[in-house]
């Protein structure tokens, strides 16, 4: 952990932190940006599998937001990964990718993390490439949702990368 990140508080959401997520992913211009509504959901619904970290005024500065899968309950699935651009080029999204997959394993069992990825999006693929590796994980790819399936327009196809099992 950097000095910068050791600044920074990690914990789970509340729902007060939904308009800020939102705000984040909105600057980051490269996340598919849901509505503000979905964000307060997230936060309230979701909180158990999303983490945030928080400046020292207590500001979200970044987030990690995820869900166990219905049907495989040791597989969180990781929906968005995004840190304030003040705080990007530190590691945080790794930091805090290792914090949400640490506290889902003790808390909820999950053993397997996965997320999907973009052609192109080298950054999300050395996030994750880089998490599998320090978790002692195999990581495999397949895509899971080809462009054919999204049906608003031009959309490239979503990559699922499945990550596990994760060294305990």
């Not at 997230?42 to 158990?48: L, T, V």
């Not at 640490?102 to 997320?115: F, I, K, S, W």
Request: glycine share 8%.
């Amino acid at each position: 952990m950097t000095a910068a990140q050791a600044e920074l508080q990690i914990d789970r959401p509340s729902l007060a932190d939904g308009a800020a997520l939102w705000r984040i992913a909105r600057d980051s211009k490269t996340l598919d940006l849901n509505s503000s509504y979905s964000y307060l959901l997230w936060c309230r619904d979701f909180a158990a599998t999303t983490v945030v970290a928080r400046d020292e005024d207590g500001r979200p500065v970044g987030f990690v937001t995820g869900y166990v899968r219905p049907d495989r309950p040791h597989t969180l699935l990781v929906w968005q990964v995004a840190v304030d651009k003040t705080h990007r080029g530190r590691g945080l999204a790794g930091t805090l990718l290792d914090g949400l997959a640490a506290r889902t394993a003790a808390e909820l069992g999950v053993t397997t993390v996965e997320t999907t990825i973009t052609p192109g999006n080298t950054a999300s693929e050395r996030l994750f490439a880089s998490f599998a590796e320090r978790h002692g994980a195999r990581l495999e790819r397949e895509v899971l949702f080809g462009t054919d399936l999204f049906p608003d327009g031009p959309h490239e196809p979503e990559v699922l990368h499945r990550i596990g099992p994760l060294a305990r």
